[in-house]
Nanobody, 119 residues
């Protein structure tokens, strides 16, 4: 089993930066993807970025250039560096771990951390 926990959200002015962290614990060697999603009230949760166990990264097209995902060498913590933040980036950001056992996929979500971009 895998558990993930986010931290680092808060209030930031437009144009500012924040770094979110997500610590994974449990069977971390099984994790194929660690990533971030976000959700605003009344809308579906949307993909932000993820990093594979091999280090390959993927981003939502609209966020490329402003958001950067990375991880520590132990592969237990993944970071989301968010720069030039805009009010429309306001959302609850969720960490997600995905892994497969055979042909079946599993996912674990964190409880989310609020990011508010406002002057």
């Amino acid at each position: 089993q895998v558990q993930v926990m986010e931290s680092g959200g808060g209030l930031v002015q437009p144009g500012g930066s924040l770094r979110l962290s997500c610590v994974a614990s449990g069977s971390i060697l099984d994790i194929d993807l660690l990533g971030w999603y976000r959700q605003v009230p009344g809308k579906a949760r949307e993909f932000v970025a993820h990093i594979s166990s091999g280090g390959t990264t993927e981003y939502a097209e609209s966020l490329k250039g402003r958001f950067t995902i990375s991880r520590d060498n132990a592969k237990t913590t993944v970071y989301l560096q968010m720069n030039n933040l805009k009010p429309e980036d306001t959302a609850v950001y969720y960490c997600n771990a995905y892994w497969r056992v055979g042909i079946k996929g599993y996912a674990e979500w964190g409880q989310g951390t609020q990011v508010t971009v406002s002057s």
